[in-house]
């Protein structure tokens, strides 16, 4: 009775690696070993910030944490996904990551995903425009009143770029805006006069970024350039 109680409790988990050794047959990598171990499934829950949690594989198939020699075992991704966070694997140098990978970097360039009355996208029109004399290539240009919308997808807190009247515009004046979920968070002035400035939004992780300019007359222009998401 006790025999088979303990079978149902411990169960054999077999080719795990652990790479510590060096690996037998040609078909396996170096430096990894496979070892049989006996490690106890007893019904392990998993609770994230109050909400249970079924972790699941890549694939979407359950997968049971474990307990051996003492340490409690958790599937990295489901953990991760539940905090909010991507997970990867690299293969050549057997390395997981949560959150940001080798392949990433803390700050990036993207395109709306819509844009509409006067608000045009620099690299879409393949325009260049000049703010005191010097030339930007990135980001965005309107004139009179217009809007884009980003998908951040709570994957970056700030946003960064340079403001300015585009040479050879008319000198009118307005203002621009940055709503994030719907919720205005920022507004700059914008005139004839002045300077190219540099400014950082906080997006507090949000889903959706809403840039909205609201110019006087259809002649004044202004340019929104070398815009950067930081994560």
């Given at each position: 009775?006790?025999?088979?109680?303990?079978?149902?409790?411990?169960?054999?988990?077999?080719?795990?690696?652990?790479?510590?050794?060096?690996?037998?047959?040609?078909?396996?990598?170096?430096?990894?070993?496979?070892?049989?171990?006996?490690?106890?499934?007893?019904?392990?829950?998993?609770?994230?910030?109050?909400?249970?949690?079924?972790?699941?594989?890549?694939?979407?198939?359950?997968?049971?944490?474990?307990?051996?020699?003492?340490?409690?075992?958790?599937?990295?991704?489901?953990?991760?996904?539940?905090?909010?966070?991507?997970?990867?694997?690299?293969?050549?140098?057997?390395?997981?990551?949560?959150?940001?990978?080798?392949?990433?970097?803390?700050?990036?360039?993207?395109?709306?995903?819509?844009?509409?009355?006067?608000?045009?996208?620099?690299?879409?029109?393949?325009?260049?425009?000049?703010?005191?004399?010097?030339?930007?290539?990135?980001?965005?240009?309107?004139?009179?009143?217009?809007?884009?919308?980003?998908?951040?997808?709570?994957?970056?807190?700030?946003?960064?770029?340079?403001?300015?009247?585009?040479?050879?515009?008319?000198?009118?004046?307005?203002?621009?805006?940055?709503?994030?979920?719907?919720?205005?968070?920022?507004?700059?002035?914008?005139?004839?006069?002045?300077?190219?400035?540099?400014?950082?939004?906080?997006l507090n992780k949000g889903l959706q970024l809403k840039i909205v300019t609201d110019i006087s007359t259809p002649w004044g222009s202004y340019g929104?350039?070398?815009?950067?998401?930081?994560?």
């Open positions: 009775m006790k025999k088979t109680m303990m079978n149902n409790i411990f169960k054999r988990f077999a080719a795990l690696a652990l790479c510590t050794g060096m690996v037998t047959g040609t078909a396996l990598a170096a430096n990894t070993v496979y070892k049989n171990i006996r490690v106890q499934y007893c019904g392990i829950k998993l609770v994230v910030n109050g909400a249970p949690v079924t972790p699941k594989d890549a694939n979407g198939s359950t997968v049971e944490p474990f307990i051996y020699n003492g340490t409690t075992y958790l599937p990295v991704r489901a953990v991760g996904n539940a905090l909010g966070q991507d997970v990867s694997w690299n293969g050549n140098t057997k390395t997981v990551y949560i959150g940001m990978n080798e392949s990433d970097t803390a700050a990036k360039k993207l395109k709306p995903y819509e844009t509409n009355g006067n608000m045009h996208v620099l690299e879409d029109s393949g325009r260049t425009i000049y703010m005191m004399s010097k030339q930007y290539t990135q980001g965005l240009y309107c004139n009179y009143t217009g809007a884009a919308l980003y998908n951040i997808d709570g994957l970056y807190k700030s946003l960064e770029m340079d403001i300015g009247h585009i040479d050879g515009a008319d000198k009118y004046s307005g203002t621009l805006s940055f709503y994030v979920d719907g919720e205005l968070v920022d507004t700059y002035s914008l005139s004839g006069e002045m300077q190219t400035e540099h400014i950082k939004v906080d929104l350039a070398n815009i950067t998401f930081n994560k």
